[in-house]
């Protein structure tokens, strides 16, 4: 079992930026893939980045170029950079954890609010 725990949301203003955080806990030597997902209200559930155990990672087209996914000194944490945030960005952000390459099977995070607003 994988715990995850995000944190680094909260209300920001157009172009601004926000680091999200998430600290993975328990059986984490065999995960594969870590990632975030997001969910806006009435729209449906949307990859934002991945990272792979090699480090190799993955966007969704509409945060090429402003959000970038990294992991941190200790491996057990992975970050998601997010820069010239828009208002279409707003979303709760989760964090998830697989062993295998499906990662929306994998173990999620209780989530965190991104608000992006004027």
């Known amino acids: 079992q994988v715990q995850l725990a995000e944190s680094g949301g909260g209300p920001v203003q157009p172009g601004g930026s926000l680091r999200l955080s998430c600290i993975a806990s328990?059986?984490?030597?065999?995960?594969?893939?870590t990632g975030w997902y997001r969910q806006a209200p009435g729209k449906q559930r949307e990859l934002v980045a991945s990272?792979?155990?090699?480090?190799?990672?993955v966007y969704a087209d509409s945060v090429k170029g402003r959000f970038t996914i990294s992991r941190g000194s200790a491996r057990n944490t992975v970050y998601l950079q997010m820069n010239n945030l828009k208002p279409e960005d707003t979303a709760i952000y989760y964090c998830?954890?697989?062993?295998?390459?499906?990662?929306?099977?994998?173990?999620w995070g209780p989530g965190t609010q991104v608000t992006v607003s004027s």
């Open positions: 998830v954890a697989s062993q295998g390459v499906v990662l929306d099977l994998g173990s």
């Open positions: 328990g059986n984490i030597d065999r995960l594969f893939l």
């Open positions: 990272i792979s155990r090699g480090d190799t990672t």
